[in-house]
């Protein structure tokens, strides 16, 4: 994300009209930017208004208005007393973690078989892992909830976690990846004798940190965000995930609007902390996935 | 995504003799590696795909084990028959007209202009991007508040502006579109990403050479900007269709599909259908119907892709 310049910086002192259209371009950007800011403090309200709300005391939820009389932690420390929030941050936390490990370390072995062996079937057995992104997960609760029945597994972090863990997007992910990786050095540790296995772990996986970061964390939020498959799987309010714990107690609250928005932030911490400490591996995740491939 | 990445790369190790030589087959190893994956695959995706299509052809029931009796194709002449599920197809339809056409040009504008300000860009990508990573669950717990009558802060500044509020998530009428428009929220940063993604792949020089040419903002972007884009608005455009077909959350979590029944979505049908109301087989048929839904708008993105890069 390298900061870009305007067109017109580089080709500046061309003239009269030069001057002119450095002018306009000047204009244009600045009104750009008014647009931009307004938009972005709209898109900040909502989370903005949360916060505000949940450092009120309940009371005082009634007035709509941003100032607070007296601000207070009151309405968090309930959250954090009446409910099991922080079984279900563990839930979440354990269930997200299962499922990212799983998922690195089968789609990475899967893609670089697919990118570096050769052998028959290949290009078939790729079009098979790809053809699973044609299949949408929610079509198929009703049999994997029959399967995690009579594999007694409902009720277990296995339940939410196992069927998230096989994505074709992960293996699409890593395929990219190593195959724009050189081949010098893996035939290097080739010629010396070295496993695939080996090359795998100490060549191919140490330089492909940024494919593995980027599928770590999208897996991570996306299972840590996962309502219906949880919802179904974990019935047992001990061992449910960050949301569907908050669905269960969404109503709970009443008008009690400070506890609610006191929940909704707490819900919401973990991942904003997540997001502010990798949002560059996220945004490259994203537009990786989107356009390279 | 697309079909390109498919076709193998021109190998520079494919010396014969060398360690990678073509002749030199790796089946065995190819196997260890490729296991792992294929278990979890076939056990957690092929496998319930077949059993929930054999399913669908059974009277299935949850409460009791094994699939029950045959069915033929009784489950699908049924949910064919059901205005339940025309309503609710309708819904998840109608909500996906609702979203796209916003989250597609939203997100373009926003981009659009993002990458044109070179101070601050961490911001609007906090700004656009941080309600994305947020539970769907904290989503609805803050926009529940906000859609309040009389309390929440959407009433409240249009009141302000003299504009009388609608029941919004109360109102038969106005609930899909408050769902909708809380969806835009949460969602448009995925795109505006994609968006800038793209944009930053537009050769500088192009913006340069039409700046001497004397091409203003407007000419650039109608001329340059958004034919240099099309790969990545198709794209765009079938995400979005496709994670809009499959809405769940919203709908369960704001308005629990009501009021009466007006937002109900496919997925939840599914969801009543088979773990509400225990008839399995008939929710496994729906899932097959909603499944050949999405498999058809896939085939369009294909085609269009397709298309595209026959005429680059």
Redesign the interface.
């Known amino acids: 994300?390298?900061?870009?310049?305007?067109?017109?910086t580089?080709?500046g002192g061309?003239g009269v009209?030069q001057a002119k259209?450095d002018q306009?371009?000047k204009l244009?950007?600045r009104i750009?930017?008014g647009?931009?800011i307004a938009?972005?403090?709209l898109?900040?309200?909502?989370?903005a208004?949360?916060v505000d709300?949940a450092l009120k005391p309940n009371a005082e939820?009634?007035q709509?208005t941003w100032l607070i009389d007296n601000p207070t932690f009151a309405a968090f420390q309930r959250v954090l007393e009446d409910t099991a929030i922080l079984n279900w941050f563990g839930a979440s936390l354990i269930t997200a973690t299962l499922t990212s490990v799983?998922t690195v370390?089968?789609?990475s072995?899967?893609a670089?078989?697919?990118s570096?062996?050769?052998?028959?079937f290949?290009?078939l057995?790729?079009?098979i892992?790809?053809a699973?992104?044609?299949?949408?997960g929610?079509?198929?609760?009703?049999?994997?909830?029959?399967?995690m029945d009579a594999l007694g597994l409902l009720n277990t972090y296995w339940a939410v976690s196992?069927?998230q863990?096989?994505t074709a997007?992960a293996?699409?992910i890593f395929?990219?990846f190593f195959?724009g990786l050189p081949?010098d050095l893996e035939?290097a540790a080739?010629?010396d004798g070295a496993?695939?296995?080996r090359i795998?772990r100490q060549v191919v996986m140490p330089l492909a940190r940024p494919a593995v970061a980027a599928v770590a964390i999208f897996t991570f939020?996306t299972s840590?965000?996962d309502?219906?498959w949880p919802l179904?799987v974990l019935t047992n309010p001990d061992l449910m995930t960050?949301?569907?714990g908050?669905?269960t107690v969404?109503g709970a609250f009443g008008i009690r609007?400070a506890d609610?928005?006191a929940?909704?932030v707490l819900?919401?911490i973990p991942?904003?902390a997540?997001?502010l400490l990798f949002?560059r591996n996220?945004?490259e995740g994203?537009?990786g996935?989107?356009?390279k491939? | 995504m697309s079909i390109e990445t498919v076709t193998p790369r021109a190998r520079p190790a494919e010396v014969p003799g060398s360690p990678a030589s073509p002749r030199q087959s790796h089946g065995r190893p190819a196997i260890g590696f490729l296991l792992p994956f294929a278990l979890l695959y076939l056990a957690f995706i092929i496998g319930p795909a077949v059993y929930g299509l054999i399913m669908s052809f059974f009277d299935a029931s949850l409460v009791r084990p094994g699939l029950g009796s045959f069915a033929g194709f009784g489950n699908y002449a049924e949910a064919l028959q059901d205005p339940d599920f025309w309503s609710s197809l309708w819904h998840t339809v109608w909500f996906t007209i609702l979203t796209t056409p916003p989250l597609i040009v939203l997100a373009f504008v926003l981009a659009l202009l993002a990458d044109r300000v070179n101070r601050g860009r961490w911001f609007f990508r906090l700004a656009f991007f941080a309600p994305f990573i947020l539970p769907s669950a904290v989503v609805a717990l803050i926009w529940i508040f906000m859609y309040t009558p009389e309390l929440g802060l959407i009433e409240a500044a249009l009141s302000k502006i003299g504009i009388a509020s609608p029941a919004w998530l109360g109102d038969p009428n106005w609930a899909m579109p408050s769902l909708a428009l809380t969806t835009v929220w949460w969602t448009l940063g995925f795109n505006f990403i994609l968006y800038l993604a793209g944009l930053q792949e537009i050769p500088r020089e192009l913006y340069e050479a039409s700046a001497i040419d004397g091409a203003g903002p407007w000419q650039q972007i109608r001329r340059i900007t958004i034919p240099m884009l099309g790969r990545t608005t198709t794209l765009v455009a079938v995400l979005q269709v496709i994670a809009s077909l499959k809405v769940f959350d919203q709908m369960y979590l704001m308005t629990s599909g009501g009021p009466n029944f007006a937002t109900r979505s496919i997925l939840q049908y599914v969801y009543d259908q088979g773990f509400t109301n225990f008839r399995l087989g008939y929710a496994a048929a729906v899932s097959m119907l909603f499944f050949l839904v999405v498999l058809a708008v896939s085939a369009v993105w294909f085609s269009l892709v397709r298309r595209q890069e026959k005429e680059v």
Do not use: H
């Open positions: 994300m390298a900061l870009t310049t305007t067109a017109t580089t080709t061309a009209t259209i306009r371009q244009f950007n750009c930017f647009v931009l938009f972005a403090l898109w900040l309200v909502p989370l208004w949360a709300t939820t009634t709509t799983g370390i089968t789609a072995l899967a670089f078989a697919v570096r062996l050769r052998f028959r290949r290009n057995v790729f079009w892992i790809l699973g992104i044609m299949i949408p929610q079509v198929l609760i009703v049999p994997q909830f029959r399967e196992l069927p863990i096989p997007i293996i699409f395929k990219q195959d081949r035939e080739r010629i496993g695939w296995f795998y939020v840590w965000n309502l219906l179904l960050v949301p569907v908050l669905a969404q609007y609610t928005m929940s909704a819900g919401a991942l904003v997540v997001f949002q996220i945004v994203i537009a996935t989107g356009l491939g």
